[in-house]
Structures are given as C-alpha cells and as structure tokens.
C-alpha cells in the first residue's frame, strides 16, 4: 500500500477477503506493509557536533570540505536554523522539528530538573524524523553520537524507550554520552556495549563510517526499492579532541595567525559569497581586567 498519509500511524487496514465454510471457498488477504512513495529519496542527515557553520569552506571556512561543497551547489543551503548552543537541546529540535524547551530538553541531559521543558524525558508525541520514516516504509539508523538518553536512564538496566531504538531509528552504532575517546570509546550497538577493537590503528571515526556505509550497502542490496535514512552524528570534533595524527600534521600551521585573524578572513569569504548579508560585521572583542580586593589583617 502506497498512499500519502496525513496522520501516524497508520490505521490498520480491514480483511478484504473472503472466509468461507472450507478453504476452497475462502479468499486469503494478507496485510500489506506500509510502503514509501515511488522515487522516494533516500535521507543523509548529517550533523556535525561542535563545528561552527563558518567552519567549512562550504560557508566561507578555512576548512577544506569539497564534498559539502559538491552537496551544497547541487542542492540548497540555510543559514538561520536555530542552535541553542549546547549538545543535547540542539540535538532533540532536529530530530523532532520542534522547540528544545517543547522536546523536554532544556539543557543537556546531565543537567535536567524536575521542570516542564527541562526533565530530559523527551514526550512521544515529539515524533522523530526516524519514527515519521519508519512508519512510512523507509529504513532507518543513526550512527555516531547520541546525547538525548536521560541520564539515569544510561545503564543496562534501562528502561530503553528514550534510546534511539525506540525513538524510530532500527540501527543504532554510536556512543551515548556528551563525549568518548576516540580510540578507546563507549560504543553501543542498538542498546548493548560492545568491545572497540583492541587495535593501535583503530580511531571511532573511521569505524563509524565503515559501519554507516555497510549499513547503507546492505540496504541497497537486500531492498534496492526501499528508502533509508541514515542519521550521521560524528563526535570527533567535540571534546576531547581525539584527531588522528595524519589531521593533525595536515593543518599543522594552518591557523598560527590566530583566531582574531581567522574568523577576520572567514567573515570576508562569508560576504564574497554572500553567506552573509553585505554589511555585515565581526562583534568587537573587547578585553577588560576585573579589579581585585585585598584586605591585609
């Protein structure tokens, strides 16, 4: 069945055939499974965690991003969506398209209150983007971070309704928390822990996206016709930092003029490339000293 609906889930379908005295007179009619429209795209949400939008050299960064590029020309680019400024708030409007405050996630998952809008305890009416295309025949996953669990909701005692799992997402490989070290992670497969390879080579970030695209072949292959969504959440630009030595010897140099400087040339790029409007000025850094007190007895 294949039809544009209006409200999910969608309401069971009624017996069509025919039940007779015997089975010679009977008539079977199996429910047919929720299917995506025809020509339905596949989805690749990716959110970088703790990376500025003037990061990229997409918006007019010093960072060389030629596949964001590449996306960007073919396709359209927004420059006013809404960040809070912390992980977990900014995390839960995404996935949800709704308020952080009307997603119960106020502030990051460590730091909720017992208050409307802050208790973490994100409401099922909040239906995530992974729950709408789950229920509209697509596939779905999230790889890479995740910081939306209630925080004592995080061991294997559960319960798991807030993880990922439950949340519309089918495949979860990633790590739960605010932060993991990058060769020796947390990662959790669904709502299990497993072992990171005990190997001197091994970094999360690589392994994360050899399990995205193994995910994504073995869609393609077993239901070619069929959409997914894969949700792409990296947290190696988030604390602590864990970049692989080869990055880090790439872009050795690249920043000793300073920041003062750097984000000086980003916001010209910016305004070359109309990112931003023309007119368009850097806030001042004013820099001040705080008076100290000293009362000798």
């Not at 305004?271 to 000025?281: F, S, Y």
């Amino acid at each position: 069945m294949s039809s544009a609906q209006n409200a999910l889930p969608t309401p069971e379908r009624t017996f069509q055939g025919v039940i007779g005295r015997t089975a010679k007179e009977s008539t079977p009619d199996f429910p047919q499974q929720v299917t995506a429209p025809k020509g339905a795209p596949n989805v690749i949400l990716i959110m970088t965690d703790d990376v500025g939008w003037g990061a990229s050299s997409t918006f007019g960064g010093p960072i060389p991003t030629p596949t964001y590029d590449k996306l960007a020309k073919a396709g359209l680019t927004y420059n006013q969506f809404h960040t809070t400024g912390l992980c977990s708030p900014t995390r839960a409007a995404l996935i949800t398209g709704r308020n952080h405050h009307s997603a119960n996630t106020g502030v990051i998952t460590e730091m909720a209150t017992g208050y409307p809008g802050y208790n973490s305890l994100m409401s099922k009416s909040c239906g995530t983007i992974g729950e709408v295309l789950r229920q509209s025949g697509y596939n779905t996953s999230w790889f890479g971070k995740n910081h939306n669990i209630p925080d004592w909701q995080s061991s294997q005692a559960g319960p798991f309704d807030l993880w990922p799992t439950s949340l519309g997402f089918e495949h979860f490989y990633g790590f739960i928390g605010g932060d993991t070290d990058q060769w020796h992670p947390a990662i959790y497969d669904g709502t299990k822990p497993v072992e990171a390879p005990n190997d001197p080579d091994y970094h999360f970030d690589a392994d994360m996206a050899d399990h995205a695209i193994s995910w994504i072949h073995e869609q393609h292959s077993l239901a070619p016709d069929k959409p997914f969504l894969a949700y792409y959440t990296p947290g190696l630009c988030h604390a602590p930092h864990h970049a692989p030595k080869e990055w880090i010897a790439k872009f050795k140099g690249k920043f000793d003029q300073g920041w003062d400087k750097v984000r000086e040339e980003t916001l010209a790029r910016q305004l070359a490339m109309g990112v931003v409007p023309k007119g368009t000025k850097l806030t001042k850094v004013v820099s001040f000293s705080l008076p100290v007190f000293c009362q000798v007895y």
